[in-house]
């Protein structure tokens, strides 16, 4: 006896007993392309799906991260027995385009889209009895954002016959900026040999430069969204100028610590000429000196008939005279 879904064989005149085909199957069908929403508008997930809904249909959405898997889903709502429970961080954004969704179509609502709602979201229909052969659709969604004001920055040696790297960045932009370096004013471009740029990563290599490298830099980072920009000023300097005017302040500074040092040496000698000179004689002694052996007390004697001073003997003439009597010892 052969099976037919969804009809009864009944071999009445036969004698045999009517029995009923298995369930129906639960077909899901999603987008097959990614789907993509610009940031702060609306985007609609579109989920459908064919079976007899019964008493025991239940829909689910749920949403995972880029990189993580599908078993780390969070749900974003679920309908079940009648009633639509929004759940999650989205609860407030999300809603279903039909409510109930017992119609065959279960696309989903999210309203002001932002960059943390880039992932993968989950269409999962289940409706027992009915058996599985796809009752799992997989959405991938991408939040369009437009790159944010790039920060340029440089690095390198930045004199004559050195070389620079100009490099650019946005922190936001999806799908992720590129990056394109161009020379501002009526300077001529560096010749191409000479630079290196690379638009993925936002970095421009300058080598060999010159004096008539020097300028302004603008950088433009652009998606489909938008484009912003930076800039920045590059200074090539002659090493060999540096040089030459380390060289004469230098000299000045030596120059100037000589002076320094002979204007000291002039004050000096000015200085000493003002002081009286006194030179006494090897063999001369002074008249007020007192000599040895002679205390200040007896060197001193006043006249009473003149009132004056009478100076104590000089050591050149005060003489010694030996003893006449023998020392015993």
């Known amino acids: 006896m052969a099976w ?34 610009p940031v702060g508008k609306t ?4 989920c459908s799906y064919s079976t007899s809904v019964g008493d025991n249909f239940a829909l689910e959405w749920s949403f995972v991260q880029p990189g993580r898997p599908i078993s780390a889903s969070q749900p974003i709502l679920y309908f079940t027995n ?57 959405i991938n969604l991408t939040v369009l954002v437009p790159p944010s004001s790039p920060l340029c920055s440089q690095s390198g040696q930045t004199f004559v016959g050195g070389s620079a790297a100009l490099r650019c960045s946005s922190s936001e932009g999806a799908p992720r900026p590129v990056y394109n370096w161009v020379r501002l004013g009526s300077s001529p471009t560096p010749s191409p040999g000479s630079m290196v740029q690379d638009e993925v990563s936002g970095q421009l290599i300058l080598t060999n430069l010159s004096l008539a490298s020097s300028g302004t830099y603008r950088c433009v980072a652009t998606n489909q969204m938008g484009s912003a920009s930076c800039e920045l ?10 040089r030459v005017a380390g060289a004469v302040i230098g000299v000045l500074l030596g120059v100037l610590f000589l002076s320094v040092a002979v204007f000291c040496l002039i004050r000096f000698q000015k200085e000493r000429r003002k002081k009286p000179k006194e030179i ?23 006249t009473s008939n003149n009132g004056l001073l009478e100076r104590a003997p000089s050591a050149s003439t005060v003489t010694t005279t030996k003893s006449k009597f023998p020392m015993v010892v």
């Open 280 to 302: 006494y004689g090897g063999s001369d002694l002074r008249e007020d000196a007192i000599a040895p052996g002679i205390s200040e007390q007896t060197s001193v004697r006043a």
């Open 43 to 46: 985007a609609e997930l579109t």
């Open 4 to 37: 037919l879904p969804g009809s009864f064989l009944c071999g009445a005149l036969l004698g045999w007993v009517c029995l009923r085909a298995p369930a129906l199957a639960v077909e899901v069908k999603v987008p097959a392309e990614p789907l993509s929403a």
């Open 82 to 138: 009648g009633q639509l429970y929004p759940t999650g961080s989205k609860a407030e954004r999300a809603s279903l385009l039909q409510n109930p969704p017992t119609g065959g179509v279960a696309t989903l609502k999210l309203t002001d889209v932002r960059p943390s709602d880039t992932g993968t979201y989950l269409c999962h229909v289940n409706n027992p009895p009915d058996f599985y052969t796809n009752g799992l659709g997989l």
């Open 233 to 242: 000023t590059l200074s090539v300097t002659d090493s060999s100028k540096g």
